[in-house]
């Protein structure tokens, strides 16, 4: 009996096996119908391109997304792009947030969209390699547009010298510090300009009663867990922009330099006069700049446009008199005034291989990029169409769609600029700026002439791209410890042994080896 | 269920091997059958079916090149793993919170029933037991946030009352010391209430038979739960306690990864967050892979191992 109704179940089992295949057989069937859908319009594109386009490729593109319920996809902002570029747009939008993560689970499942934003990350890097996405390298002067991209930042999106996408470019000098002005003026101080004066109003901000409400309620400068602020300010300190050239003309990374020590005792100075929020350590990041807007911290170092953001939280819709924030790019350090560069872009279109199959393919996605560069998709991207989401009185805009908390906006107009690039410039319309906007734009031209660039920026080590998370977690939180007083220099000279332990020799040795290969093609 | 019983009965009194009757037999209790297909499909689908892509731990796997193109590599991930000087740390780590969680967080529900049985105001304990019950339906992300709100010495109210009579405050959130201790008071008060519904309606079948005669022969409340409460849910907490003996390992990817900062990474590193990293964010797929099933070879380990002395204990087991 025993053995009968294990027969039994095995057989039951074996029909559930087969219900399940059924079951998965079909499912893959809907897919590859679907995949056929596309193909059968990619191949009427084919078609098409040979008697002068008149129909529509279908082309696919994921990108992230920061509206909260994603774009619709009857969006008439959409459909005139896609009326402007002859193409059927079918987007993938990810929320930002889960965006890498999504990347990596597309890459894996070999279902790629047409388009791909691809940030450098090591699985990009080695997907390129491996050949899933298209070397446009050669392609790019073809294009009105596209040749206008700046060469440094392609050199800085390039992995072994090739280009795998068009970038999305982003001003290079954006990163500056904001500070209120109010308590400046309170105290009879200026804007900072070089370290001391920036530890004095730090230190002022702390002790002197800057919102004069005769209490001890303000501190000097937010931080949270997020380490941009202190990169930032170990550059205008001194130190190199991640890896810098020692005395033998040798790269080596940043922490291995005086500088950067002498900028983590800085730091650990604000830290234990209680310059800086004591929690900075463990505070989330979107709680950071919660103490600007709510008057208990007085400079946080960020992006410049973020005190345009901040200002709006603190009035909305502010007018001129309103405006307590001001933005400095830098303060001068031991090296004169330096700031720490963007990379410039922000991510790459990328062309998947498995989608566009043919080089006629790849050309006219190449085209569509090229024509998406164009004024007016610009415009319909940044700021829809007009007359539904904007209006332009007397060459002045106004978008009508981010009124009444902006809903019509996020929901057909904001995130089609995630796949713009705009790499011959900003060609849409901008709204009047206000003084604060004025300030943030100077600012970020003025920072284009005290960027430190990196010179290992395009380099790609091996040892990095498989280990680099865990190289960078030695380093960085060996920084906040030493800032904190959890350890002292002694430990910081430990986990830089650590760090080299850890792969940290092969990868100086990997980014020089790289560094001369790169100058000798020069 | 009573059918099922039942219907395996009958042919073993009848014909034992008449598969004529075995077929009419499940044409018989055809539903019953069917409403197991779900299950059986679930399990196949998503437990025994991804079984396969564990092979990956043993290629160069490249998820562009697909399974069959990526280059086989046999051990070599499993060599990187264990040499990898963080390798150590992160299994100290995942060992030391898996042990806590069973020294501490098990056992709470229990403790909680077991109070909560001594309550006689129904009203009350109700309160009680909704009360408990309730964090269990906040997402850590929203613990992790009200963590962060309570815990802060920058004006949180559990620094501000500690400054109060201590005259300094404790840095429950970026010191390594504290780390396991806020993550197992998480647990313990995210998950308690949950735990303790189990116990509760496992000592709703004690009779009350049982303590009348226990308090006949003169036992306190002590010997009570001792002697009665505790024998009759013993099944109960050896069979959860093998259930959470297979996930010894797991440690709840999302709580550690908020809680995690740059000043207690030292301890708070343990596989699930390694994983992640190595996997998802770094794209190591081959590698991570390695790593999840060292993991699971260990679980399975302990699983049997917990089964082989519950046995030996002469206690009821799963399987």
């Not at chain 1, 096996?17 to 594109?45: E, P, R, V």
């Not at chain 2, 963080?86 to 299994?91: A, K, N, T």
């Amino acid at each position: 009996m025993k053995k009968n109704s294990l027969r039994f179940f095995l057989s039951l089992l074996a029909l559930i096996l087969i219900i399940g295949l059924i079951g998965c057989s079909s499912d893959s069937s809907q897919g590859t119908s679907q995949n056929q859908d596309t193909s059968s319009n990619d191949s009427s594109s084919d078609s098409s391109n040979d008697n002068e386009s008149q129909e529509r490729m279908s082309v696919t593109i994921m990108a992230p997304s920061f509206s909260p319920e994603g774009l619709d996809s009857d969006s008439p902002a959409l459909k005139a792009i896609e009326d402007y570029t002859n193409m059927d747009i079918n987007l993938q939008l990810v929320a930002n947030a889960n965006y890498e993560d999504r990347f990596n689970v597309t890459l894996a499942s070999g279902d790629l969209p047409h388009i791909m934003v691809a940030y450098k990350t090591p699985s990009f890097i080695n997907a390129a390699r491996d050949g899933a996405f298209w070397d446009i390298t050669d392609y790019l002067d073809d294009y009105e547009n596209l040749r206008q991209a700046n060469e440094i930042v392609l050199n800085n999106t390039s992995i072994d010298g090739r280009i795998y996408g068009v970038y999305r470019s982003r001003p290079l000098g954006r990163n500056a510090a904001t500070i209120n002005t109010e308590w400046l003026d309170n105290l009879g101080l200026d804007i900072p300009t070089t370290i001391d004066e920036f530890y004095e109003v730090l230190r002022a901000f702390t002790y002197d009663d800057p919102n004069q409400s005769g209490q001890d309620d303000t501190y000097g400068m937010v931080v949270s867990e997020w380490a941009g602020p202190w990169n930032t300010m170990q550059v205008w300190m001194g130190a190199p922009n991640k890896w810098g050239h020692d005395e033998n003309g040798q790269l080596k990374p940043d922490f291995m330099f005086d500088e950067y020590r002498e900028a983590l005792r800085f730091f650990k100075k604000l830290y234990d006069e209680g310059l800086v929020n004591e929690d900075f350590a463990v505070m989330d990041s979107g709680q950071w700049f919660d103490p600007i807007v709510n008057g208990t911290a007085g400079v946080v170092v960020d992006v410049a446009d973020q005190a345009n953001r901040l200002q709006n939280r603190i009035t909305e819709n502010y007018t001129e008199d309103d405006i307590i924030l001001d933005v400095f790019g830098a303060v001068e350090g031991p090296h004169g005034l330096r700031n720490l560069p963007t990379a410039g872009y922000h991510g790459v279109l990328a062309i998947s291989r498995t989608s566009v199959t043919t080089e006629e393919e790849l050309r006219r996605v190449l085209q569509f990029l090229n024509d998406l560069n164009d004024e007016v998709p610009q415009n319909l991207a940044y700021n829809g169409v007009e007359g539904i989401h904007h209006e332009v009185n007397d060459g002045v805009l106004d978008i009508i769609a981010q009124r009444d908390g902006g809903t019509l906006f996020d929901r057909e107009v904001r995130d089609l600029n995630q796949f713009q690039m705009h790499v011959s410039g900003d060609l849409f319309l901008k709204a009047p700026q206000t003084a604060l906007q004025k300030r943030q734009d100077e600012v970020m031209e003025a920072n284009m002439d005290i960027v430190v660039a990196n010179p290992a920026e395009p380099l790609i080590s091996p040892t990095y791209t498989e280990r680099g998370q865990q190289l960078d977690n030695i380093i960085d939180d060996a920084r906040i410890k030493f800032i904190v007083g959890q350890i002292d220099e002694d430990g910081l000279d430990e986990a830089i042994a650590l760090w080299l332990r850890s792969g940290g020799e092969e990868y100086i040795a990997e980014i020089n080896e790289a560094y001369q290969i790169a100058q000798a093609a020069q | 269920m009573p059918k099922v019983e039942t219907s395996q009965r009958i042919p073993v009194q009848q014909l034992p091997t008449n598969k004529v009757t075995k077929w009419q037999m499940i044409v018989r209790d055809k539903w019953l059958y069917f409403l197991l297909i779900p299950g059986l499909i679930w399990f196949i689908v998503f437990r025994y079916v991804p079984m396969w892509g564990t092979l990956i731990a043993f290629q160069n796997y490249s998820p562009f090149l697909g399974f069959w193109g990526s280059e086989w590599v046999g051990f070599t991930h499993f060599e990187r793993l264990f040499q990898n000087p963080d390798f150590y740390r992160i299994l100290r780590n995942t060992l030391i919170l898996a042990l806590y969680e069973t020294l501490f967080v098990f056992p709470a529900p229990i403790i909680l029933a077991l109070m909560l049985n001594e309550i006689r105001f129904t009203a009350y304990k109700r309160t009680i037991q909704t009360l408990v019950y309730f964090p269990n339906f906040l997402s850590w992300v929203i613990v992790a946030s009200l963590t962060y709100v309570f815990f802060t010495t920058s004006g949180g109210i559990v620094n501000v009352i500690i400054e109060r009579f201590t005259g300094s405050t404790i840095f429950f959130l970026g010191d390594p010391e504290w780390f396991r201790t806020m993550i197992i008071g998480q647990q313990i008060w995210k998950n308690v209430g949950f735990g303790t519904i189990i116990f509760l309606a496992a000592l709703a079948n004690v009779s009350k038979e049982q303590y009348e005669a226990a308090i006949v022969d003169g036992a306190g409340r002590f010997r009570r739960m001792w002697h009665v409460t505790l024998p009759a849910i013993r099944h109960v907490i050896v069979i959860l306690l093998i259930l959470n003996m297979g996930n010894f390992l797991d440690q709840g990817f999302q709580q550690i990864y908020l809680m995690t900062n740059s000043l207690n990474r030292s301890v708070a590193d343990v596989f699930d967050v390694y994983i992640y990293f190595s996997g998802i964010t770094q794209g190591a797929f081959s590698h991570s892979t390695a790593v999840g099933l060292f993991k699971g070879v260990v679980g399975i380990i302990l699983i049997l191992t917990t089964r082989y002395i519950a046995k030996k204990l002469k206690q009821e087991t799963l399987f």
